[in-house]
């Protein structure tokens, strides 16, 4: 059995979430793999974003995201609003605060204002895991895979990490 992994570098835009179509990239890593059947978990390590299949929506917005990337934005945004100021949700509280300042090193408490990304997150989750048949992702006829930062707080470098397995 064969264990390939890469890591594809992205980088996110502070005022909306941001969403980045690593389809390309995950498929040359499993033809680097040389992988003809098994899977690849294509996963994000951050908290504050997702990775998920869905299918591209060609048309986009002014602001860059695809018709139903925008969709999915306006619904999440009914179910979990934007952390516009501190309290609107009980995290972050005083303790995690500290943390960030003194530990973690944030420039400014309001960094900690991406609850609605963590919760977004929690919704969508953070993988997927998707088949490998013949050499080829099973992802169907109209299948892309997308690395989501829910986070909106400020500009941010982000790692997606691809691992296949398989034979």
């Known amino acids: ?3 390939h992994r890469e890591t594809i ?34 996963y994000s390590h951050h908290t504050t974003c997702s990775v998920l299949t869905q299918e591209c929506s060609h048309d986009k917005t002014y602001y860059g995201l695809e ?3 925008q969709d999915l934005v306006n619904t999440m945004e009914r179910i979990v609003p934007q952390c516009l100021v501190e309290g609107q949700y009980m995290h972050p509280g005083p303790a995690h605060i ?3 300042m003194d530990e973690a090193k944030e ?6 204002l991406n609850t609605d990304a963590h919760l977004r997150s929690v ?4 993988s997927e895991t998707i088949v490998v048949v013949d050499g080829e992702l099973d ?11 829910w986070d909106q707080i400020r500009d941010r470098p982000r790692q997606c990490q691809v691992q296949i397995i398989g034979e």
């Open 1 to 3: 059995m064969k264990v």
């Open 9 to 42: 570098d992205l980088q996110s835009t502070r005022n909306h979430p941001t969403f980045h179509d690593v389809t390309k990239e995950v498929k040359a890593a499993l033809k680097r793999s040389g992988v003809k059947d098994g899977i690849a978990v294509v």
């Open 67 to 69: 018709y139903l990337q």
């Open 98 to 100: 500290r943390f960030a």
């Open 107 to 112: 420039e400014g408490e309001w960094t900690s």
């Open 123 to 126: 919704f969508f989750g953070r």
């Open 139 to 149: 992802l169907g006829e109209f299948g892309y895979i997308y690395f989501v930062d």
